[in-house]
């Protein structure tokens, strides 16, 4: 079980958490929730990690977009 282990440093642990905040974000917002609600999610972010966290939000914003975009 141990061999398929791989350790993440510090700061890949930190993005994939802020990704999936990030993530989470998005789809609060495509559900109309308050913009406040959604500020929570950046600032429970590590200060390092608060602009990453911006730059995914607008990747998942633009990406569910782009999606439904396309099927209509």
């Known amino acids: 079980m141990m061999e398929n ?3 993440l440093s510090v700061e890949e642990q930190q993005r994939i958490a ?3 905040a990030a993530f989470h974000a998005m789809c609060l917002s495509r559900d109309r929730t308050p913009e406040h ?3 929570e999610l950046e600032r ?3 200060a390092a990690m608060r602009q990453y ?3 995914r939000l607008r990747y998942w914003q ?3 977009r ?3 975009s396309l099927s209509q």
């Open 5 to 7: 282990f791989v350790p």
């Open 18 to 20: 802020a990704d999936m």
């Open 37 to 39: 609600n959604i500020s």
């Open 44 to 46: 429970a972010q590590p």
């Open 53 to 55: 966290f911006r730059q």
């Open 62 to 64: 633009h990406l569910y």
């Open 66 to 68: 782009d999606a439904f």
